[in-house]
Structure formats: structure tokens, C-alpha cells
């Protein structure tokens, strides 16, 4: 790994800061907070500037339903009544997210914390719980299918399922990969990867994860409320340090609806890429390109 190079600092109102002649930045200003406490303690504050304040924030896609409509995504979509999950067109803001995991409750599951499912956000405890996701969304626990342990399946089932073809399995590579994934399962993949289970490697994917997507494609629905909670709990109190901050959206969403304040300054940031045919298309596109690319490259290697 090559060693960072420090930032050149200027006084304030003096312009960029710069690493390297290559790549140039702007200088962030603090955000005017109209005095709204931040933080609940020093330490919080000093973990946030080191830790939270330079994390990349990113955000659930929404989908347009009316290009899938006889697709595998909008049969997911409507068994699992996840509509408010795909229609993400609701604002989301950065800084709000990243003090709400700054502050995360690390007891927020602890039965008997005085503080359970709740969390600070800028001078206020608000609830965050599966219920209160469930509620966000608009969803129910009814038919909910436990996803099942990797020993409680047949593996090279679900890989031919997942690819659909006979020899899938054993597989030839050391992960699933989402460039051998049915045409259906890869748009079923990237909605999965950005609104359910995010992660920033969509390329190949590990067995549990597998699973998930094989789950769901049978239409069998998950408890989405406590996976999600589950997920942004192990988020906010993990060491790593280099984990991306997801479900943006979300979060802003039900910091807001609980009336938490936005600063006199601060702004929302862009809207996600939309999940339409044609992102689809372009992500088809750059699949066959690699995989050309890919065959090109073995061939070269045989020759040799």
C-alpha cells in the first residue's frame, strides 16, 4: 500500500487544499449549527473528526418500477412490499448521517439500558428499532422466511440456480461472481447491493450473500426491519475504520420524522443514480466489455 501523502493546508477563505498536483479539493467549512449540540461528548467529537467526518455517505437507489414491470425485481418488490424501500426520492443529508453514527447508542440493544432502541442526534434521543424501520417503510412481519445457515443448504443448488446452468458448481472462482449471474438476478443483485444488503464490491459476492439473493428470488420474504437494524448497528460500532456509511436515506428520513433539526447551512446532497432500464442496459454493456476483455487475455496467456 503507498504511503498517504498529507494534505497542504491554507488559512481559511484562502482557496483548496491540495495532496498532490493531480487532485485538487475544496475546503469544507464547519457546518453553521445555529447552536444545536453535536456531539454528547468531547471524546464523541474528536472520534467523529477522525473517524466519521471524511466517511463517504452512500445512498439507497430508487427504482423505476415501470421499466421491470414483468421483471424478477418487481415481483420481489411486491411479494416482500417493499415499495417504499425502491422509492428512495426522499432527501438525505450527509452530515446529519454522519453525526447520527458518531453518536450511535452502543447500548441501544441492551434490554435493561435505560436508552434501548433509542440513539442521540443533536440534542434529542430518538427511537431506532426493526419496529420503527418497519414502520418507515410501511412493512409487516407476516410470512417471514428465516434466511437459512450455509449448512442448511445445497450449495451447488443454489449456484445453478443463481446461474443457471448445470455446471455452475463446484465454482470456478473463489467467490460468486455477479457477471455470471442470470440477466434477471444481476438487476435483482444491484438493487440488493444498494436498498437491502449494501456493500460497495458488487462484483463477486460470498456464500451467505448468495443465499440472500437465492432467498429472495424464490420469493420468500425476510424480516427486513431487523436485518437493517442489525446491519447499521454493526456499522456504527465496528473498529474498522474504512467501512462506507449506507442507508442514507433512511437515516436522514427517520431523524427528521422525529423532529430532529437540520443546521441553518445544510444542504442534501445529489439524488442516486436512478435503477432504470438504461443503467441496466450500460451495466450490461461494461459486462460483456470485461468479459472481452477477460477472454482476450486468456487466450493471450495460452498462446504463450
Known amino acids: 500500500m503507498p504511503p498517504k501523502r498529507k494534505a497542504i493546508t491554507h488559512e481559511k477563505g484562502k482557496g483548496p487544499v491540495s495532496g498532490s498536483s493531480s487532485r485538487t479539493r475544496h475546503v469544507t467549512e464547519p457546518p453553521d449549527d445555529g447552536g444545536i449540540p453535536r456531539f454528547r461528548t468531547d471524546e464523541i467529537e474528536e472520534c467523529y473528526t477522525k473517524t466519521w467526518a471524511s466517511k463517504v455517505c452512500h445512498k439507497e437507489r430508487h427504482v423505476a418500477r415501470e421499466d421491470f414491470s414483468h421483471h424478477l425485481l418487481e415481483r420481489v418488490i411486491q411479494h416482500c412490499g417493499w415499495h417504499k424501500v425502491a422509492d428512495a426520492s426522499h432527501a438525505a443529508y450527509p452530515t446529519l448521517v454522519r453525526e447520527f453514527f458518531a453518536n450511535f ?16 442526534v443533536r440534542c434529542q434521543w430518538i427511537h431506532f ?6 414502520k418507515y417503510y ?3 412481519r407476516t410470512e417471514v422466511v428465516p434466511l437459512p445457515a450455509p449448512h442448511e443448504l445445497d450449495l451447488a443448488l443454489v449456484a445453478r440456480f443463481l446461474y443457471g ?7 470456478a472462482t473463489p467467490r460468486f461472481m455477479h457477471d455470471q449471474l442470470t440477466r434477471e438476478l444481476r438487476v435483482l443483485h444491484i438493487f440488493v447491493s444498494s436498498n437491502i444488503n449494501p456493500t460497495r464490491q458488487r462484483t ?9 439473493l437465492h432467498h429472495l428470488a424464490r420469493l420468500r420474504k425476510i424480516d427486513l ?24 436515506y433512511l437515516i436522514s428520513g427517520l431523524c427528521l420524522a422525529q423532529g430532529v433539526s437540520l ?19 450500460n451495466s450490461e454493456t461494461k459486462i460483456a466489455a470485461r468479459r472481452g ?4 487475455r486468456c487466450t493471450g496467456h495460452a498462446r504463450r
Do not use: C
Open 204 to 212: 463477486r459476492f460470498t456464500e451467505h450473500w448468495a443465499i440472500l
Open 105 to 120: 447508542n452502543p447500548d441501544i440493544d441492551v434490554p435493561e439500558s435505560s436508552h434501548r432502541y433509542k440513539t442521540w
Open 138 to 140: 410501511e412493512l409487516t
Open 165 to 171: 446452468r448445470d455446471d455452475a458448481w463446484p465454482l
Open 263 to 281: 443546521f441553518p447551512t445544510e444542504e442534501a446532497d445529489p439524488p442516486a443514480a436512478l435503477l432504470n432500464a438504461r443503467s441496466v442496459e
Open 293 to 296: 476483455w477477460q477472454s482476450k
Open 225 to 248: 426491519g431487523a436485518h437493517i437494524f442489525e446491519f447499521v448497528r454493526e456499522l456504527a460500532t465496528a473498529v474498522d475504520s474504512q467501512r462506507t456509511i449506507h442507508f442514507s
Open 129 to 134: 428499532s426493526p419496529t420503527m424501520i418497519d
